[in-house]
């Protein structure tokens, strides 16, 4: 699940991706997609579902390909907290609820801060992407995610 990661640096695998219409019914475990009223976004992910994985994270990654990201995905909804330590890159973080709604969204955290980001109760998901994207992509609150992790008989925006 998270080869891309391997030694801290992100693999090639982490291929650039904008969404267009033809994607619409493309729902990979290694891709999410973003809808809001502004359009769709989608970007190539690794997934973080283990402890282990979630505590990772990006750290250590000194960069990583615009349209790429991460995928914390918690057993249960509950408070996110994230921080920044070891991390070398700017993001931005969109905190999603078990729809797949987000429900906020921290842009340009600041690389190696240990400042506490709280996310809020009930998030299931986190999204990791490059710092200023969900700006420049207009990803608010409100966007909703598509992808096989979300339970699909809750989803706002399912699969099928």
Avoid: K, Y
């Avoid at 969109?94 to 506490?116: C, K, W, Y």
């Amino acid at each position: 699940m998270r080869e891309g990661l391997a030694g801290g640096v992100l693999a090639g695998v982490m291929a650039v991706t904008m969404a267009v219409p033809a994607l619409a019914s493309d729902c990979r475990e290694d891709r999410v997609q973003l809808r809001s009223a502004q359009g769709t976004a989608a970007f190539t992910v690794d997934i973080a579902d283990t402890d282990a994985e979630r505590t990772q994270g990006l750290m250590h990654v000194a960069s990583m390909p615009r349209f790429s990201g991460m995928l914390f995905v918690f057993d249960r909804p509950q408070r996110a907290v994230f921080w920044m330590e070891n991390t070398l890159i700017p993001l931005d973080m969109l905190f999603i609820d078990e729809r797949g709604v987000v429900q906020s969204v921290h842009e340009n955290a600041v690389p190696m801060d240990r400042t506490p980001i709280d996310g809020g109760e009930g998030i299931a998901f986190v999204l990791e992407i490059n710092g200023g994207m969900a700006s420049r992509l207009q990803l608010a609150p409100g966007a909703e995610l598509r992808h096989p992790a979300v339970a699909q008989d809750l989803a706002a925006w399912p699969c099928d």
